[in-house]
């Protein structure tokens, strides 16, 4: 079934001015619309039930069209990922503060993560990608990829501070993947319906005594 907010969207025309090159502004609500009906889709009905000539039909455009801008449903998958990373970094680091210390700087991250990995649409992709990821190795490697982004954020974290500092690149890139699946991994699971989800009274602790164990481990 298409999702109704993507079935009742504004319809894209195949080019938005007939006879000739759509402009830049045209080409990115085009390209717009194509993205916002793929995540639905995806996201809906999954990765290997959704074909390229599927997402053309709902973006009420030609597969031509839609080729001319993902090669395959590989590409357009990255295209989704791109798009929401994106969006969930950049309100993220909009947000973030410059803390002084490094316990405070940790607690800021975590309320951070927990804030985008527990949005809907975030635990939507994670459900999908653990689903068919054995069928389509590519869906892995790139939600893989963006997430090292996010630990490469944490270590550059912990080396602004002399507790991380003192670190080698190598440990302070191992020491922030441990922070990470820290503070994601209990959270998500329950979220996804593997034992009481987290309210906000919950979440704020557990980021808290996140800290306060990664810490612990830090020191040592």
């Known amino acids: 079934m298409v999702p109704l907010s993507v079935a009742r969207g504004p319809v894209a ?3 938005a001015v007939h006879g000739g090159r759509p402009s830049r502004e045209e ?3 085009m390209e717009g619309r194509i993205l916002d009906v793929a995540t639905g889709l995806f996201f809906c009905q999954g990765f290997a039930a959704t074909s390229m000539e599927q997402v053309a039909a709902v973006a009420r455009i030609s597969k031509r069209t839609l080729y001319a801008r993902f090669h395959d449903k590989a590409a357009l998958f990255r295209g989704v990922v791109d798009r929401r990373v994106s ?19 940790l607690k800021e991250a975590a309320s951070g993560i927990l804030r985008v ?15 068919e990821a054995e069928r389509f190795p590519e869906l892995a490697r790139t939600l893989a990829a963006k997430s090292a982004a996010g630990v490469e954020w944490l270590a550059a974290l912990l080396g602004s501070f002399p507790e991380g500092a003192r670190l080698s690149p190598e440990d302070r890139a191992f020491a922030a993947e441990q922070f990470l699946m ?16 987290l309210d906000a009274t919950g979440l704020a ?14 020191g040592g």
């Open 117 to 131: 990995a527990l949005e809907p649409a975030a635990l939507a992709l994670h459900r999908m990608v653990v689903a």
């Open 27 to 29: 080409s990115g609500r």
């Open 13 to 15: 025309a195949d080019a």
């Open 87 to 105: 969006g969930w970094r950049g309100s993220f680091e909009a947000e973030a503060e410059q803390p002084e210390t490094l316990p405070a700087a």
């Open 205 to 218: 602790l557990w980021a808290e005594r996140s800290v306060a164990l990664f810490l612990g481990g830090l």
């Open 182 to 197: 820290l503070v994601v991994s209990g959270p998500r699971r329950r979220a996804l319906g593997l034992g009481r989800p």
